[in-house]
């Protein structure tokens, strides 16, 4: 069965830099990729969605890349600031249930 | 106003008794959803409920049950409750992302924690 792996469990990096969080699918490419983030004692917000067709997507800081040849989908965020820390959840899908991996914890050190 | 709210936000209880959460969205999305986040904060598929359909997850014991009683509101009741229920339970409401083709981006409530002793 599709899965979804985010290798990393956590993730540190001192402010100003790029974060750059990985996800891996197995077995088919998924029509959708969206990322998620959550923060401590909250629902995961919605941040962007990158179609199997296309390279790249961009939101303000936030840049995700979708590689079919790699089956990966790589979440950067540029200028990285404490208030970034949070974990970020990927999914795969598009008109079915989400499916999420088990998420990155960010941390953006001062 | 909140988006999708789920009421209680904290359950104590003890193992064997019967519970409920509820939730409503005021988004006016057709689907709606339950997800498990457990203690390593893995965020699990439950159940989702269209205007038209129940998809149940299989690996759902049926101690679990979800209720609408309008695509506004979707509860979920557990009965016989064991240790290993003990989670975050989030619903969850989606519509159709524009210009996405049909790619649904979910809208979560706060998460109701469930604590069974």
């Known amino acids: 069965s599709q899965k979804i792996e985010q290798n990393s469990e956590a993730l540190n990096i001192q402010e100003g830099k790029t974060a750059t969080l990985t996800c891996n699918y197995t077995?088919?490419?998924?029509?959708?990729l969206q990322w998620y983030r959550q923060d401590p004692g909250r629902g995961p917000v919605f941040l962007l969605l990158?179609?199997?067709?296309?390279k790249e997507k961009r939101k303000e800081r936030l840049k995700v890349t979708f590689d079919t040849t790699l089956k990966q989908s790589l979440f950067h965020i540029t200028a990285s600031q404490p208030a970034d820390s949070a974990t970020y959840l990927c999914?795969?899908?598009?008109?079915?249930?989400?499916?999420f991996g088990k998420g990155t914890r960010l941390s953006v050190i001062a | 106003d909140t988006a999708v709210s789920q009421t209680p936000k904290y359950l104590v209880t003890q193992m064997g008794n019967d519970k409920s959460i509820k939730c409503e969205q005021n988004?006016?999305?057709?689907?709606m959803y339950w997800y498990k986040q457990d203690s390593k904060k893995f965020l699990k598929i439950m159940f989702s409920?269209?205007?038209?359909?129940?998809?149940i997850n299989e690996t759902v014991p049926n101690r679990f049950s979800p209720k609408s009683p309008d695509k506004a509101h979707l509860n979920l009741h557990i009965n016989s409750l064991e240790l290993g229920d003990s989670a975050v339970y989030f619903c969850?409401?989606?519509?159709?992302?524009?210009?996405?083709?049909?790619?649904?981006?979910?809208?979560f409530g706060a998460g109701s924690r469930l604590t069974v002793l």
């Open positions: 999914a795969q899908g598009g008109n079915t249930p989400l499916v």
């Open positions: 990158i179609r199997e067709n296309e």
């Open positions: 969850a409401s989606s519509q159709v992302l524009r210009g996405s083709s049909g790619a649904n981006v979910l809208t």
């Open positions: 409920y269209n205007n038209k359909e129940l998809i």
């Open positions: 988004l006016g999305h057709d689907t």
């Open positions: 077995n088919y490419s998924p029509a959708y």
